[in-house]
């Protein structure tokens, strides 16, 4: 089965850049849901976040045009430009009378912080966001919390494991997740949702499908060991695995939220990547 997966994931990123946007999500969807159909699961279980790291704005409105609401950001600057310019293209799309002919429309988009966070950013993030991906650590959670505070929901967020312990990615070590759940899950402000990992890169930048494979695997581990043990309560229940080089491979391990970018939206400049481990923002002093 990994061979076939590999086979596809090769086809699909040489077909890519032929495709248009609409016929590429369609194929995405489509793999997402013969990813789900394999693994015995219900396609519709599974969340596809569209990262629009690398996409131009043409990209996102005529996305969201296609009915997706959930999109990615890596970085709070680029978060907080596009999700102003979503909601501006929204509200004019609102006021258009019904009888326009105007396409159908989502009234809102779900925004996802993806990338590292910094503490002197949450009150953005925290602002403009679904559900932030990346927490590791319990200053960053509690500076969600303290912002959250002003809020009338709480804040829901994923604790990113460093399944790989990889020194240039951000995580909290597998051994450490528990803890930092039970933590979290005592704030009122802040709701764990769930886990995230991302598996390894070879050297030249390339997915080796068996090293994600392991990886997943060891963080769908983790997510059961927690859920079983009632830390996270009953809303622990995402987990986020697989990006464009490896989500059939996630969502085979038990993935039910794959970030998916380049194989959306196409190659980016700098190499397609859905996400920058050594995020601009993670340099900035806290």
């Known amino acids: 089965m ?53 996409a131009s704005m043409d990209q996102i409105r005529e996305l969201i045009g296609l009915g997706h609401v959930d999109l990615g950001e890596n970085r709070v600057q680029q978060l907080i430009q596009r999700a102003a310019q979503v909601e501006e293209y929204l509200g004019r799309r609102r006021q258009l ?36 991906h990346g927490v590791d650590s319990l200053r960053l959670a509690e500076e969600i919390q303290a912002v959250a505070a002003r809020r009338e929901q709480p804040i829901e967020i994923l ?17 450490a997740a528990r803890h930092l759940v039970d933590q979290i ?31 997943f ?12 043990g009632g830390s996270g309560g009953d809303r622990f229940d995402i987990l986020s695995m697989g990006m464009s080089g490896d989500f059939e491979v996630a969502i085979a391990c038990g ?11 196409g190659d980016s400049p700098v190499g397609g990547e859905d996400e920058d481990p050594a995020d601009e923002d993670a340099a900035e002093a806290s």
């Open 97 to 132: 009378p019904e009888s326009s002919g105007a396409a159908a429309h989502p009234r809102a988009v779900r925004w996802h912080m993806i990338g590292r966070l910094q503490r002197n950013k949450v009150r953005k993030a925290v602002e403009l966001s679904r559900l932030i």
């Open 2 to 54: 990994l061979a076939a997966m590999e086979s596809t994931v090769k086809e699909a990123a040489s077909e890519s850049s032929d495709q248009s946007l609409s016929s590429r999500l369609a194929e995405v969807r489509g793999r997402v849901a013969a990813a789900a159909a394999e693994a015995g699961r219900d396609p519709r279980e599974i969340c596809l976040v569209a990262v629009t790291k690398h």
């Open 159 to 175: 604790v990113q494991v460093n399944v790989a312990g990889e020194s240039q990615k951000g995580g909290v070590a597998p051994a």
């Open 217 to 228: 695997t060891r963080c769908r581990e983790l997510f059961e060991d927690i859920r079983a």
């Open 185 to 215: 899950d005592t704030m009122v402000n802040v709701r764990p949702r769930g886990l995230m990992c991302m598996a390894p890169l070879a050297e030249d930048g390339s997915t080796d499908l068996d090293v994600a494979r392991r990886t």
């Open 255 to 265: 993935a039910n939220l794959v970030r998916v970018g380049s194989s959306i939206f």
